[in-house]
């Protein structure tokens, strides 16, 4: 019987082609996204799935005290061996802490990644593969160094890395190897105690080296954030990982962290702090927390994904729906017969379904080409550089596209299955338009306006979007940034030499230090005190730069002079936000004045030197905030280089050059600022470009339903038709009367989707401090989009219709 159905499907399905291109293509579109989504999903959810104690491992997270928010994945660093000392619950537990990343160098090579100084137990809790070394002792001794086999490929080729001495320069690159270090420390000499083969699936917790914990003690000071012994209130660079003995459960986990928290923090004033116990399977995907040790998606984004990914075929199933409903029509004889030979509701009910699952699995082929050409553009978005998602194709992931196809057929053949084979045999054979397969159209209108909102909203917020990347690409900074080159310094002892050395560069036309790239992101904040007010304290952010690069950024000094080119800690200058929140009264009045500008722990007296015109600073989605600069030339962690526009591949080459004369011991990294300040812009046009793909999936497929609902109208109106044109009706007004009811439908869409998206728009550009308004503009396009695509397809189904002649419908009829 399923092979009969098969047959007669496949036979239908080659008879009736343009009905069937239709479906396939709309059901692949679709299809094809929501297989990208059902990938990224799979993605997500399958972090450290090959521990082999997986579900007895838990890390510790911390929140604000008595309050579940505010959470971070660290934990404070004595509670590894607290929890292991004092509840016999507790396996084992190990503590990281992620001070540490830099250069690896053994002789003349060098190695660059980041990672963690860890205790040995973290092996007994996590499944590591060894390729040398024993994981029992490789962490016991101070400066003990666990790398990466990649890491030993770079540094060591075939030789065995055990025993090796290496020197270790810290620049403070992130586990994640994202290097956003500038000032390098040297951390001594280790000693290679193992080599570890790379994960054998995705892992959230990604490094490439472990120094032993006990290495921490013996650094130089100021090497790490913190190395006391018992320090409670650094929760903010450490991690915590468990392994509960077998029987035990996360109540009893997050009983004794309870009890710890209350014993250390329930006296104090501040600096308060709960932990939590979070399982290592709801590791990934997770919430939106701070100091995760890995970039993955966020748990609510994967929830919008997966509500996109029904809704996206939920559209694609109604638009299916329209189609067969209208073809349907054209079917009823068939249907009559069938039923008059003996056929049941359960069997025609199963040729109707089977009819939807073989056009939704030739749409499933077309779906994966498609998947293939979605796959390499999501590769190439800026995010997934960090995201790193795997689209290899695994048995289980093909398992569940045929499932989803299956579901996607069994779903879009539902309703005209349902309402076929309910179908009063006796009536099949009187005339078509007898046949009412529907009574009420309001639900099926209803879905349409949703389906043409929807893509209304969207094309608005693609404008819109688009409209904003262009607004920050032209984004007036206040400040130079063309032509400019930073280079990371590691040592501020570097500045003065690579300086020096440039000055007799033709191509350089000037150069300067700051301890920060201003606009990309970075700030630091303290507190100033105006003496004639010294009760109250004003916060503000600060950075060091020197007089040079004042000159290299072109800032624009509107009263007082420069900081001077020798350096001093005593002069400042201020913007003229901090001007008026420092209540110093006029630019003019403000020059000479004494300010007090808490250093640490301890306050220091300072002169401000100049005003400068204010300047964005801060990333261009924040507004505009006091800034006072200084210049102490051991804070300095950049050179900023101006250089000239004709050949800057070569000056960059000069540059290099110079600075290995100079600098020998440290490496030439650098980036042209402007391009550094393009991140948010990449973003956003990664963002453009995903939005563009659901809006023109939305459009197509909403066109796709105008089609089917404009086919059905035809059809069963046919006779009326005939009958208005023999009574002397023109082509355009059967034109204007089939089309009335779709426009009101586009109407009242408009009419909903235009606040819908004011709201929805106005909502993520709250975020930008300095944004595109939303007006006339974006909103004309988006209607007149939806329009012009919508009546054309109206208005070319009312047109075939009112051109067939009046005789042959009424005969067919």
């Not at 396939?24 to 579109?29: E, F």
């Amino acid at each position: 019987m399923l092979k009969n159905y098969i047959l007669i499907a496949w036979r239908n399905l080659l008879r009736n082609k343009s009905f069937s291109l239709i479906n396939i293509l709309g059901l692949a579109v679709s299809m094809s996204v929501c297989l990208l989504i059902i990938m990224v999903l799979v993605d997500q959810y399958s972090y450290d799935t090959y521990h082999s104690k997986k579900d007895r491992i838990y890390r510790v997270h911390t929140t604000r005290y008595h309050e579940n928010n505010g959470e971070t994945a660290s934990s404070a660093l004595p509670l590894a061996e607290r929890l292991r000392a004092d509840y016999p619950i507790i396996e084992e537990s190990a503590a990281l802490n992620k001070e540490i990343g830099g250069d690896v160098i053994y002789e003349d090579k060098f190695a660059t990644g980041g990672g963690y100084f860890a205790d040995g137990n973290l092996f007994k809790i996590l499944d590591f593969s060894w390729k040398e070394g024993d994981p029992n002792t490789a962490l016991q001794e101070p400066y003990s160094l666990v790398i990466s086999s990649e890491m030993a490929e770079i540094l060591f080729k075939d030789e065995s890395a055990l025993g090796k001495t290496v020197a270790f320069h810290d620049k403070d690159i992130k586990p994640m190897d994202i290097e956003e270090g500038n000032i390098e420390t040297d951390f001594g000499y280790f000693t290679i105690t193992g080599v570890l083969n790379p994960t054998p699936g995705k892992t959230h917790l990604p490094f490439k080296l472990l120094a032993s914990l006990s290495t921490m003690k013996s650094l130089p000071e100021g090497a790490v954030f913190s190395r006391k012994d018992e320090d409670w209130d650094d929760v903010w660079t450490n991690y915590t990982y468990v392994l509960l003995k077998e029987g035990q459960q996360k109540a009893n986990l997050q009983s004794a962290l309870d009890e710890i928290s209350e014993r250390i923090y329930a006296q104090k004033y501040e600096g308060k702090h709960s932990f939590k116990a979070v399982s290592l399977r709801d590791i990934t995907p997770i919430g939106f927390i701070g100091n995760t040790t890995h970039v993955s998606i966020p748990k609510v984004v994967l929830l919008i994904l997966g509500i996109l990914c029904l809704i996206v075929m939920f559209s694609a199933c109604l638009n299916y729906t329209n189609m067969s409903v209208a073809r349907s029509l054209t079917r009823v004889k068939e249907v009559g017969i069938r039923k008059v030979s003996g056929a049941n509701r359960k069997q025609i009910f199963a040729q109707f379904i089977t009819e939807a699952v073989v056009i939704s699995l030739c749409s499933l082929l077309f779906a994966f080409a498609i998947l293939q050409v979605l796959q390499v553009g999501f590769e190439n978005l800026t995010f997934n550089q960090y995201l790193k998602i795997s689209f290899q194709q695994s048995l289980p992931a093909m398992l569940l596209f045929l499932v989803f196809s299956l579901l996607v057929g069994f779903v879009a053949g539902l309703l005209p299955a349902t309402y076929v084979a309910k179908l009063n045999p006796i009536n099949l054979f009187n005339k078509l338009s007898g046949v009412k397969l529907f009574k009420s159209m309001g639900i099926r209108n209803a879905l349409m306006v949703v389906q043409f909102t929807i893509s209304l909203i969207f094309i608005i917020s693609v404008v819109l979007i688009q409209s904003q990347a262009r607004h920050i690409l032209n984004f007036d900074f206040g400040f130079d940034k063309e032509n400019i080159v930073t280079v990371n310094l590691f040592d501020a002892d570097n500045y003065d030499r690579f300086a020096q050395a440039l000055s007799s560069n033709p191509n350089v036309s000037s150069v300067g230090g700051s301890s920060l790239i201003p606009a990309a992101g970075w700030n630091f904040g303290t507190e100033v005190v105006n003496p004639e007010n010294p009760t109250d304290s004003v916060s503000t952010n600060f950075f060091d730069i020197n007089s040079g690069a004042v000159q290299t950024l072109g800032l624009e000094i509107i009263a007082g002079k420069n900081l001077p080119f020798e350096g001093s800690e005593n002069q400042v200058l201020i913007n003229e936000t901090a001007l008026k929140n420092f209540d110093l009264g006029s630019v003019e009045e403000a020059i000479g004045k004494q300010i007090v500008i808490l250093d640490g722990e301890n306050f220091q007296n300072a002169e401000v030197s100049g005003v400068v015109k204010d300047f964005q600073f801060l990333s261009p989605d924040r507004p505009m905030e006091s800034l006072l600069m200084r210049n102490r030339n051991s804070a300095l962690g950049f050179a900023m280089v101006k250089i000239s526009g004709t050949n800057p591949s070569e000056t960059v080459a000069s540059l290099e050059n110079t600075w290995k004369e100079v600098n020998p011991n440290s490496k030439f990294s650098y980036k042209y600022l402007d391009q550094e300040l393009l991140f948010i812009h990449e973003v956003l046009g990664d963002v453009i470009a995903v939005i563009g793909l659901i809006s023109f999936l939305a459009i197509f497929v909403s066109c796709l339903g105008l089609l089917g609902m404009a086919t059905y109208t035809a059809q069963t109106r046919v006779k009326e038709i005939g009958i208005r044109k023999t009574l002397g009706s023109s082509i355009p007004q059967i034109i204007v009367l089939l089309s009335k009811g779709f426009v009101s439908l586009l109407l009242v869409a408009t009419l909903i989707a235009v606040p819908a998206a004011y709201f929805i728009n106005n909502l993520w550009l709250e975020f930008f401090a300095s944004r595109v308004s939303i007006g006339v503009v974006p909103i004309g396009i988006g209607v007149g989009s939806i329009l012009i695509i919508s009546l054309g397809i109206i208005f070319s189904q009312a047109y075939r219709a009112a051109i067939v002649n009046p005789i042959e419908s009424l005969k067919n009829e």
